[in-house]
T-cell receptor, first 119, second 111 residues
Framework: GAVVSQHPSWVICKSGTSVKIECRSLDFQATTMFWYRQFPKQSLMLMATSNEGSKATYEQGVEKDKFLINHASLTLSTLTVTSAHPEDSSFYIC???????????????FGPGTRLTVL | SQQGEEDPQALSIQEGENATMNCSYKTSINNLQWYRQNSGRGLVHLILIRSNEREKHSGRLRVTLDTSKKSSSLLITASRAADTASYFCATKNSGNTPLVFGKGTRLSVIA
């Protein structure tokens, strides 16, 4: 149980295009989802926190107009990288926290990540 | 923001040896977790230790937590080549805050 999926698993795009990454909680409802970015040989850096039905909260230094986050339902959050550039190439990982109840609210479940390469 | 600092940044050992990785953090925490990540892959949750716990075991893994020193260690005993991966500690300040990851330790286990 507690599976988080991401789609696509990898994407290559041209500079200037927009890319949408989906994050789904498959067997639980996630009131909160987190988006992380990881550059090669580095750690995960939190980009933003999104709560279902409200605007995302972005970490300092993350451009909200460039990284659009939509958390429209309890099982789906999307990250859109707008006007992508080569420096946006990275591994993007989402994480979902379960709604209260049996699964507990402490645990974050991670998706498998999406590798974005911008040419 | 990133608050965990792991050391060493890289560790290379022979198969069968023990590997110890350390993590330090800056603020008070609710719990600390360790994750493994194989190159280019997603995270695998290894173990969670709560702030009121001092030691926890899971198979070949042993985690300690010293809240007075704001540090934790992960010990992998009898390492195997398959343990080669990056290991990250991550801290949670309270129930509503996200996990904050340390910089990680790249472990190489040589057969």
């Amino acid at each position: 149980g507690a599976v988080v999926s991401q789609h696509p698993s990898w994407v290559i795009c041209k500079s200037g295009t927009s890319v949408k990454i989906e994050c789904r909680s498959l067997d639980f409802q996630a009131t909160t989802m987190f988006w992380y970015r990881q550059f090669p040989k580095q750690s995960l850096m939190l980009m933003a926190t999104s709560n279902e039905g409200s605007k995302a909260t972005y970490e300092q230094g993350v451009e909200k107009d460039k990284f659009l986050i939509n958390h429209a339902s309890l099982t789906l959050s999307t990250l859109t990288v707008t006007s992508a550039h080569p420096e946006d190439s990275s591994f993007y990982i989402c994480s979902a926290r379960a709604r209260g109840g049996g699964r507990g609210t402490d645990t974050q479940y991670f998706g498998p990540g999406t590798r974005l390469t911008v040419l | 923001s990133q608050q965990g600092e792991e050391d060493p940044q890289a560790l290379s050992i022979q198969e069968g040896e023990n590997a110890t990785m350390n993590c330090s953090y800056k603020t008070s925490i609710n719990n600390l977790q360790w994750y493994r990540q194989n190159s280019g892959r997603g995270l695998v949750h290894l173990i969670l230790i709560r702030s009121n716990e001092r030691e926890k075991h899971s198979g070949r893994l042993r985690v300690t937590l010293d809240t007075s020193k704001k540090s934790s260690s992960l010990l992998i005993t009898a390492s195997r080549a398959a343990d080669t991966a990056s290991y990250f500690c991550a801290t949670k300040n309270s129930g509503n805050t996200p996990l904050v990851f340390g910089k990680g330790t790249r472990l190489s286990v040589i057969a």
